[in-house]
């Protein structure tokens, strides 16, 4: 026979379970109604990423093209002209003057007219006969830095060519010594055989596009409660407050997994990147991550008054985790602070993660680093959102 006081325990065991899962599951239906009620909400879910994805990879190019050109030619003689030619056919310079005089050249690069000067001395040709070498000048505008280093080195390198084939032409012998002597070097290229600068920025693209939108999201979530007078209603209910923040998560946790999942179609099907690594294993790093950005999130509304406080709060880290993610500029190229820094950002642990996976088909083992990073970032996020969450009448 039962004992009679066995079935009240049971009772009392399950009530506090079900009544959790009752106000969760009141608490989902409450945001996905408010979610879809808000045309906006949906636009910034589903609109927005698939149209920065599909601009920003052919806005955004490693390249530098159509460099403005001025030559000053003293020579006028066959060399000085096929060395213009090949400048002028490699497709990255347009020349914007051509003539004789130095200083109408440095007027034109000091009126942003032009980007470089190649200056190619008198008795160019003949010295490069004669002795088999000479020497042109190159002037920089230096004022923006990125285009002004690519430049010179796309000059430079058009510059070595040009060497090597007057050489090739003028002495032959000296060539084939060279070339059966010293050290011969054979290259493999991996995981971007053409070096197709789109296949590390679309990615990247697509991972700071989940970064913002989760944050953005669910840092005005709690404030906008504050702002219409909801929130007082939610305080004064019994309500617990980590059910109150799981409310307000797992929507956007949803939401943000179609958001990726139509950016993933978007690298497919527009640039045509194929993912060579697990699928499974791909969204189980998203999932983790979703959770750590949406309680990072979570954290600020807590911390706000008004969405715009949130909103300036927000873009705050946005814009250090965006610079400070290597998703433009190597984070090996960073000073060793710097360098440090970066492992305190959930952004750039996510663009390595979606990188190895879908470029170098890296394995779970292989991302044990990024994993307990991500992981911890979560649960710190969460908990300390859960924390400072205080139900106050």
Do not use: C
Request: aromatic share 14%; glycine share 4%.
């Amino acid at each position: 026979m039962m004992d009679a006081g066995s079935f009240p325990s049971i009772t009392l065991h399950q009530t506090p379970y079900r009544l959790i899962m009752r106000q969760l599951l009141f608490l989902l239906k409450k945001e996905f109604r408010q979610i879809f009620r808000n045309k906006s909400i949906l636009s910034v879910i589903f609109v927005m990423p698939i149209v920065q994805l599909i601009i920003l990879p052919l806005a955004a190019s490693y390249e530098i093209k159509n460099i403005n050109l001025a030559v000053v030619d003293h020579d006028h003689s066959s060399f000085s002209r096929r060395l213009i030619q090949d400048v002028t056919s490699s497709n990255y310079f347009r020349i914007q003057y051509y003539g004789e005089n130095f200083n109408e050249a440095y007027e034109i690069l000091e009126k942003e007219d032009a980007d470089l000067i190649l200056e190619i001395p008198s008795k160019f040709e003949k010295n490069i006969v004669r002795e088999s070498q000479n020497k042109v000048l190159v002037a920089i505008n230096a004022i923006n830095g990125t285009k002004a280093g690519l430049s010179g080195m796309y000059l430079s390198q058009i510059l070595q060519d040009y060497n090597k084939n007057i050489l090739t032409e003028l002495s032959p012998e000296i060539v084939e010594f060279q070339k059966n002597s010293g050290l011969e070097v054979s290259s493999i290229i991996w995981f971007n055989r053409h070096y197709n600068y789109r296949l590390s920025l679309v990615p990247g693209i697509l991972a700071f596009l989940v970064t913002l939108i989760g944050g953005m999201l669910t840092a005005l979530n709690i404030v906008s409660e504050k702002e219409v007078g909801t929130i007082e209603q939610i305080n004064v209910s019994p309500i617990k407050k980590y059910n109150f923040i799981l409310g307000k998560l797992i929507p956007f946790w949803i939401l943000a997994m179609i958001a990726f999942t139509m950016g993933l179609l978007v690298s497919r099907f527009v640039y045509h990147i194929e993912i060579q690594g697990n699928l499974f294993l791909l969204y189980f790093f998203i999932a983790i991550y979703l959770f750590a950005i949406l309680g990072f999130g979570l954290l600020i509304s807590t911390y706000s008054e008004t969405q715009q406080q949130a909103m300036f709060t927000l873009f705050f880290f946005i814009m250090i985790f965006n610079l400070m993610s290597g998703l433009f500029t190597p984070v090996e190229s960073m000073p060793i602070w710097a360098q440090k820094m970066t492992n305190l950002n959930p952004l750039r642990q996510l663009i390595e993660v979606i990188r190895l996976i879908i470029l170098k088909n890296a394995g779970f083992m292989n991302l044990l680093p990024q994993f307990f990073s991500i992981l911890a970032m979560a649960v710190v996020f969460n908990s300390w959102a859960i924390w400072n969450y205080r139900k106050t009448s």
